[in-house]
Nanobody, 115 residues
Framework: QVQLVESGGGLVQAGGSLRLSCAASGSIFNIRTMSWHRQAPGKQRELVAA???????NYADHAKGRFTISRDNAKNTVHLRMNSLNPEETAVYYC?????????WGQGTQVTVSS
């Protein structure tokens, strides 16, 4: 089992920035992809950004140019730097990892962007 703990969410004004972090612990042998997803009220969960164990990144169109995903393989952590946030990005942000053949979700961290 792998446990994920997210941090860094909160309230920010439109145009502001936040940095989310996710730390994985437990029975970790080989974490492959680490990613962030978000779910706004009444909407489906969607991918924000992903990063492979080798550092290859993938961003949703809405995140390109404003968000940066990074990871520290030694510490089993993944971060998401979000700039120029807008109110439509208010959502619960979830960390997701693939460890060998299993996937795990964090409990989510609330991000609220005020106008």
């Amino acid at each position: 089992q792998v446990q994920l703990v997210e941090s860094g969410g909160g309230l920010v004004q439109a145009g502001g920035s936040l940095r989310l972090s996710c730390a994985a612990s437990g029975s970790i042998f080989n974490i492959r992809t680490m990613s962030w997803h978000r779910q706004a009220p009444g909407k489906q969960r969607e991918l924000v950004a992903a990063i492979s164990s080798g550092g290859t990144t993938n961003y949703a169109d809405h995140a390109k140019g404003r968000f940066t995903i990074s990871r520290d393989n030694a510490k089993n952590t993944v971060h998401l730097r979000m700039n120029s946030l807008n109110p439509e990005e208010t959502a619960v942000y979830y960390c997701h990892v693939m460890e060998r053949l299993l996937t795990y979700w964090g409990q989510g961290t609330q991000v609220t962007v005020s106008s």
